[in-house]
Nanobody, 121 residues
Framework: QVQVVESGGGLVQPGGSLRLSCTAS????????MAWFRQAPGKDREFVAR????????NYSDSVKGRFTISRGDAEATVYLRVNSLKPEDTAVYYC??????????????WGQGTQVTVSS
């Protein structure tokens, strides 16, 4: 019903930058939020950033605040994550989570397949 697709990951040197993209498509009535999580090898998935659609407000985890920026794209149901000053500990698979409504009362919560970010010299 709803497809969530991430892109933009890759291999980058420490201190480098990337822009990750996430687009949700399908029979979407409205979006509540689009968020980024990440999961490093052997670790639990952790929250990175979230963009609230109604208030147009971003939220960040303390570990990325000041280095990462989440923004809403011009296209419907698109969000970006600009990741700056990357550190080796930012290496992870980055996942996009989208929550919203299929109708005025039926909600949804979907994840994308993830995009790999590797920070290494």
């Amino acid at each position: 019903q709803v497809q969530v697709v991430e892109s933009g990951g890759g291999l980058v040197q420490p201190g480098g930058s990337l822009r990750l993209s996430c687009t949700a498509s399908g029979d979407i009535f409205s979006i509540v939020h689009m968020a980024w999580f990440r999961q490093a090898p052997g670790k639990d998935r952790e929250f990175v950033a979230r963009y609230e659609w109604s208030t147009r407000s971003p939220n960040y985890s303390d570990s990325v605040k000041g280095r990462f920026t989440i923004s809403r794209g011009d296209a419907e149901a698109t969000v970006y994550l600009r990741v700056n000053s990357l550190k080796p500990e930012d290496t992870a698979v980055y996942y996009c989570n989208t929550r919203g409504y299929l109708t005025s009362s039926e909600n949804f919560d979907f994840w994308g397949q993830g995009t790999q970010v590797t920070v290494s010299s």
